[in-house]
């Protein structure tokens, strides 16, 4: 689900929920816009070897069928700096983790990322 939570009328925070999704291998996971002016593409780098990426359309509501297990990163390109990103884990597998940690972003995704892939070691 990609939303923007409104926090107050002067504070628009872009997120996906929930920003850490787990599924089985083969799920199909769905990508639904429920505001305007967002989009959902995997990240280079953050995904399983043989893992198929993925760039959805802005406000496209999109299916993608997960079948190779690890860690998927993903962002809305219009929202990339601001931090708008989230994982997928495939099969608990948490193989990738190291190449997923050494992906670069620019601006406020950098501490998201990082933010999120600690959640996935703590768990
Ligand atoms: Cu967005």
Redesign the pocket.
Known sequence: M?L?ADCNDANVI???EPAILHVKSGDRVTFIPT?E???AASKRGMIPEGGEPWNGA?DEELNITLTVPGIYGY??????E?G?VGLIVVGNDLSNLAAAKKARHPGDARKAFRSLLRQLETK
């Open positions: 990609m923007n872009n997120v996906f505001e002016g967002h989009n802005v962002l809305c390109l219009p929202h990339y601001v708008m």
